[in-house]
């Protein structure tokens, strides 16, 4: 039961994190740093009252070590999110396996990849799933 309510709230910060990209994407249009769509798209999940955390530290193990020196979250919703933010006129490949990968390394299910830079931001969104 604990793993279906998981599942059902990262449902839900999945659509307001969706709702929150389009707000700010409506208010502010594309053509602004990545820093800026930050602070705003975090605003929006503050609103929400949804728990948040901007350029989150991604530990990594080597061997029986533990360190945060390296990977960085953009936003980290609720502790069960990760969304990387860009507003780039194209989206790198290796984007999608930097996400996959900060996904593994948190123990995560679920990000979101998410370009400001498009006219229309349903373009910009992708979801991933682990």
Known sequence: MAN???MQH???LGK???DCAYKVHKELGPGLLEKVYEVCFCYELDKKG???GRQ???PIRYEDKFF???FVADVLVDELVICELKSVTEINPVW???IISHLKLMGLKLGYLINFN???IKNGIKRFVI
């Open 4 to 6: 279906n309510f998981s």
């Open 10 to 12: 990262q449902e839900f």
């Open 16 to 18: 307001e994190i969706v």
């Open 50 to 52: 949804i728990p948040n």
């Open 56 to 58: 989150v530290p991604i």
């Open 68 to 70: 945060t020196e390296g």
């Open 96 to 98: 999608h396996a930097q």
């Open 118 to 120: 498009v006219p229309l």
